[in-house]
């Protein structure tokens, strides 16, 4: 793991839930507090075949700004994820179901500011 910048401190999230909607948040590094460089560690899993974004949204947490990074996980799998986001302050990582999943999910975010 890198060094992380003095004004952000990790975040960690994580959520298992059944039967998840489309555009369900299953993580979220919250608000940060100073812009710069984050890396985050996605962990997803499910009991059936999943898609999944990762995305970072506008200081109102209204839009998504630039890209949205798409995964598939499959059925009864798990698997890890790492993208880097240049985030302004205030600005946040999502993780959410890109399609609805029936059966269990599992889903975790690291996120931590490079030095």
Same mark, same amino acid.
């Given at each position: 793991?890198? $060094? %992380?910048?003095?004004y *952000? /401190?990790?975040?960690?999230?994580?959520?298992?839930?059944?039967n998840?909607?489309a555009?369900?948040?299953?993580a979220?590094?919250g #608000?940060?507090g100073?812009?710069?460089? %984050?890396?985050?560690?996605? =962990?997803?899993?499910?009991?059936? +075949?999943g898609?999944?974004e990762?995305?970072? !949204?506008?200081?109102? *947490?209204?839009? $998504?700004?630039?890209?949205? /990074?798409?995964?598939?996980?499959? #059925?009864?799998?798990?698997s890890? =994820? !790492?993208?880097? =986001?240049?985030?302004?302050?205030?600005? !946040?990582?999502?993780? !959410?179901?890109?399609?609805?999943?029936?059966?269990?999910?599992? #889903? +975790?975010? %690291?996120?931590?500011q490079?030095?």
């Amino acid at each position: 793991m890198a $060094d %992380y910048g003095p004004y *952000n /401190p990790p975040t960690i999230d994580a959520l298992s839930q059944t039967n998840t909607s489309a555009g369900d948040v299953v993580a979220t590094s919250g #608000a940060v507090g100073q812009g710069g460089n %984050y890396e985050a560690w996605v =962990f997803v899993g499910s009991s059936a +075949a999943g898609v999944w974004e990762i995305a970072r !949204r506008n200081a109102a *947490n209204s839009a $998504d700004v630039g890209d949205v /990074p798409t995964v598939r996980t499959l #059925a009864g799998a798990s698997s890890e =994820f !790492r993208v880097r =986001f240049n985030l302004n302050p205030s600005e !946040r990582i999502v993780v !959410r179901t890109k399609a609805g999943i029936t059966g269990d999910i599992d #889903a +975790a975010l %690291y996120v931590e500011q490079l030095a």
